[in-house]
């Protein structure tokens, strides 16, 4: 199968209308539908139904369509990281990290690696809630640190850094804020204080509260008395002013974790890992 095949294949499967998908692709509808009929002739099975009024993508075409959106991403993927190793005499790598997160983990990594005799520049990348992942997977990122079991770590290859319990962030002078310790079922419908609601998919249950786009972000809204949050015991030494911090007993751990692309062979992303599980 050519890449351009599967790209006009998506976008008929997204669009489910060949007229929509050869505007969006910017060439006439005819070419495009001898494209998908060709693919279908070569793998010898219908991808869509068609109709005078409707396109519907047959049980074929929907495994086509999820195995082709990976394909094309790998290839994208493999264009930037290319691209970006013959950019300069001496390829660095980049390192993808939620913003606000394992500040002190990442400054001590990049000090450690710096010292190191074979060590090349890093460039740190810092993402929105939940976006390390995909900017590892398209190709951004060489890369990243994850959280599990927020973050999606499938089709990586990671090894764990550590372990950690979680702590409640509270607006200053809330009532549940001068307690000891909390339990989730504490923190459940607070009246007042709407768990946030988080992007995509986040790995956590979003509320009726705020939306939020990152770390510092969400750590004004806590000030403002507008949300809580229950986050990773190494954001305590992070908190601003007035914001208080109190043990979950029953929330789960959080490791941390260094994830690369497992076809990864770069001794650069192996010396990083290496310095990482040092530490």
Avoid: C, N
């Amino acid at each position: 199968m050519e890449t351009r095949e599967l790209r006009y294949f998506v976008a008929v499967a997204q669009e489910l209308h060949f007229g929509r998908a050869a505007q969006r692709l910017g060439i006439a509808q005819p070419p495009l539908s001898r494209a998908v009929a060709q693919l279908e002739r070569r793998l010898g099975t219908a991808l869509l139904t068609r109709s005078s009024r409707s396109v519907a993508l047959t049980p074929a075409g929907e495994v086509l369509l999820a195995e082709a959106r990976a394909a094309l991403a790998a290839v994208e993927a493999a264009e930037r990281r290319t691209r970006r190793a013959g950019s300069t005499d001496r390829p660095g790598l980049v390192l993808a990290v939620k913003a606000g997160a394992s500040a002190e983990l990442l400054a001590k990594l990049l000090d450690a690696h710096a010292a190191e005799p074979d060590a090349v520049p890093v460039d740190v990348l810092l993402v929105g809630i939940g976006e390390q992942g995909q900017v590892l997977r398209d190709g951004r990122a060489d890369v990243a640190l994850l959280h599990r079991p927020f973050d999606d770590l499938a089709g990586l290859d990671v090894e764990e850094l550590g372990t950690e319990g979680q702590i409640a962030v509270l607006p200053a002078g809330h009532e549940l804020g001068t307690r000891p310790e909390l339990v989730l079922a504490d923190l459940d419908g607070v009246p007042g204080l709407p768990a946030p609601r988080w992007p995509g998919p986040s790995g956590v249950t979003s509320g009726p509260g705020p939306q939020v786009r990152d770390h510092a972000q969400l750590l004004q809204l806590i000030g403002l008395g507008r949300t809580f949050a229950v986050l990773p015991d190494s954001v305590r030494g992070q908190l601003p002013e007035g914001l208080r911090a109190v043990p979950v007993a029953d929330a789960p751990a959080v490791t941390t974790v260094i994830a690369w692309p497992p076809h990864s062979r770069s001794l650069a992303v192996a010396g990083l890992v290496r310095t990482a599980l040092r530490l």
